[in-house]
């Protein structure tokens, strides 16, 4: 079966970084698009990330600039390398896989289990 493995999440100061991981598993990584979604307490999930079949990427306004995701099909992961992070920035991220044409809704077919990322001020 489908399994998407997130890694890399802790705490950090304001203005850090952090690198999280997505393995994945169960499925030709390199046919599907790859996102990373985030979901602070108390808020819905939202779009951060995402990277289509053949390396275009796209960001939330709140993150361009400050966040990469890149991916490795030979190794079957996806990253979101999360750089000047601050408070806000405070949410578990999870990766998400879909099919075909890059959406920055939660209209992913699998989802991972989610890292949290805490950043203190």
């Known amino acids: 079966q489908v399994q998407l493995v997130e890694s890399g999440g802790g705490l950090v100061q304001a203005g850090g970084s952090l690198r999280l991981s997505c393995a994945a598993s169960g499925l030709t990584f390199s046919s599907y698009v790859m996102g990373w979604f985030r979901q602070a307490p108390g808020k819905e999930r939202e779009f951060v990330a995402a990277i289509s079949r053949s390396g275009t990427t796209y960001y939330a306004d709140s993150v361009k600039g400050r966040f990469t995701i890149s991916r490795d099909n030979a190794k079957n992961t996806v990253y979101l390398q999360m750089n000047s992070l601050k408070p806000e920035d405070t949410a578990v991220y999870y990766c998400?896989?879909?099919?075909?044409?890059?959406?920055?809704?939660?209209?992913?077919?699998?989802w991972g289990q989610g890292t949290q990322v805490t950043v203190s001020s």
């Open positions: 998400a896989a879909r099919l075909r044409v890059v959406v920055t809704t939660n209209n992913y077919n699998y």
